[in-house]
């Protein structure tokens, strides 16, 4: 057990999805795994357990922001033994080219500052995907015929934003979109020499207003959820 984990040891896989939101996390155990079992509910946050094509998985919400992600994933990595940590979740599209419903794999995760800042200093360190997993679910999503981005997303501390200024720099050095989890994710796999993958549906454009209904957020969720278990099952056969 840790402060917000109360799995027994052994109760959480080595891989772990990690949607923003809990029930999201239920939605998925209950779909695409076999056998899920709850393992934490602590604070309204689940994590369940089952396999998928006879593969252990964990799937446990972050919840949102990068301090949220941070203690989950410092817990399920430090406590429990997690080497290879996916998120799945939505994202805002800052280029012109990337269309709702698109699928992004974050490459790279530029930020302004992180939960890790304070052990970096003076650092820019530069947090990016781990390579086998990004090829895995680029492959995963060309075979599934997904519009499929590959490349640098920002990881802002702040949904509502009132640095316009900061949208159109990001813009103008070709970041993909802007969501809130992923650079610390690949700070703390870095770190303890995990793998990460962060997979992202456009949920809303920045540039242009738009924004999913509600329904056509879940087909998206379902597909993040297959091209996640995919890739990080990809080698393992
Ligand atoms: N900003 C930050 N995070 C997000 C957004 C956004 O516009 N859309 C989905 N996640």
Redesign the pocket.
Known sequence: MTPHIRAEPGQIAETVLMPGDPLRARWAAETFLDAPELVNDVRGMLGFTGTWRGHRVTIHGSGMGMPSLSIYANELIATYGAKTLIRI????AMQAHVALRDVILAQTASSLSTPSSGIFREIAFAPCADFGLLRSAADAASRRGTGVHVGGIYS?D??Y?ERPDLTEIMTRHGIL????EAAELYNLAARHGCRALAVLTV??H?LTGEALPAADRQTGFAEMVEIALEAAFASAG
């Open positions: 979740g939505s994202c805002g802002s702040v949904f934003d979109a802007v969501e809130m949920s809303d920045l």
